[in-house]
Every structure is written in C-alpha cells, then in structure tokens.
C-alpha cells in the first residue's frame, strides 16, 4: 500500500517532503472493483468456519485459495497472462503452481491489512500538497484502471502534479509493473534532479 501512504502523507504533511512518487494508486475513495475485490477476500476468510472468529489453529483453507484468486484477478497484467497461458492446460499449469506455492501469510494479519484500506480517501485534501509529484500507474492496472479518467480528474487539484501512465505490454504486470523499475527509473530520475529542495 506504499502508493496509497504516499498519498497520505502528502496531503497530512505536505511541508515534509520535497518530491512525492505514488505508484500503482489513486488518490480518490476506495471503491468500485478495487474495493470490491478487496471486500470478497476479506469475506471470504471470515466465512469459512476455520476462521473462527480469529481463534484458528490452523490456517483456513479458503484463505490460500482467496489470496490466489485476488492475486490472478487484480494484478498480473493482462497481455501478460495471455502470453504466459494462451491455452487452457498452460493457464492450468500456472494456476496449479499458484495454488501448490508455500504459503506463509496468517490470515488476520491478511484480514488487517486488506480491511485497513476500507477508510482511504486522499482526495479531500488534494489540495494541500506543495511537493513536486510524478503519479507512477500502469495503463494495465487492474486496481486502478486509467479509462475511468480519475488520475487526470485528480491531478488537476495537485499544483506540481503530474502522471506518468506506463504503456500496456506483454512485459508488464498490471498492478504489480511499478515493482519493475525499468519501466520508471527514467522519469523518477529526473522528478528527483528537478524537484525543488524545500527548506524546513
């Protein structure tokens, strides 16, 4: 969540920073299908009796299955998916691999950290950031979707504010692509030699 703290912090402390990078986030409400998908991993750990309320020994079963499933559903990328399983045994095998992958992660930490995002909403104060700010999104973000026109929307209350949208590719990874600095590093570089250093 690392682009939505971003957000965050440049709207509630906007004298303390002299350039802002979110990545793969926008700075409006939670909602549509990033909360929506967020909402049923949620859900479908809490309805699985293992859960217990929190009190489980072990952990539940669906919550393996819910992570994967929100994994494929909102980051990966597209094109990329169908290079990597343009069949249905390929598509299969990846999956399976998914599903067969150690799994480590405790499901109330999971519950916290998806819930926790129920509350965002950046957008109220949009105005208050001074940094200079380089809004990084992938135009095959599934979580953040550029036809909706929210970031450009956004990005006009934003003073320093501008957008650099990743192009869609069979390289890419949807969500997941601002874990790839080769798509980035050049306009980052130049954000952070351009900035205007602020003086405290």
Do not use: C
């Amino acid at each position: 969540m690392g682009g939505m703290h971003t957000w965050i912090w440049g709207v509630a402390h906007p004298g303390f920073m002299d350039a802002l990078a979110p990545m793969a986030a926008q700075p409006t409400e939670m909602s549509s299908r990033n909360w929506m998908m967020r909402r049923l991993i949620i859900d479908s750990i809490r309805n699985d009796p293992e859960w217990n309320n929190g009190d489980y020994t072990t952990q539940p079963k669906a919550f393996k299955v819910a992570s994967v499933f929100f994994g494929i559903a909102t980051n990966g990328g597209t094109l990329a998916y169908q290079k990597m399983a343009p069949t249905r045994d390929l598509a299969d095998k990846l999956l399976d691999a998914r599903l067969d992958a150690p799994f480590t992660a405790d499901a109330n930490d999971f519950l916290y950290q998806w819930d926790s995002s129920r509350d965002y909403s950046p957008a109220p104060g949009l105005e208050r950031i001074q940094a200079a700010l380089l809004a990084i999104n992938s135009a095959d973000d599934e979580r953040n979707p550029p036809e909706t026109g929210i970031m450009e929307r956004e990005l006009k209350r934003v003073k320093n504010g501008k957008l650099y949208l990743i192009p869609a590719s069979e390289e890419t990874r949807g969500h997941g692509t601002t874990g790839m600095a080769k798509f980035y590093k050049q306009q980052l570089q130049e954000l952070l030699a351009s900035a205007p250093k602020r003086t405290m």
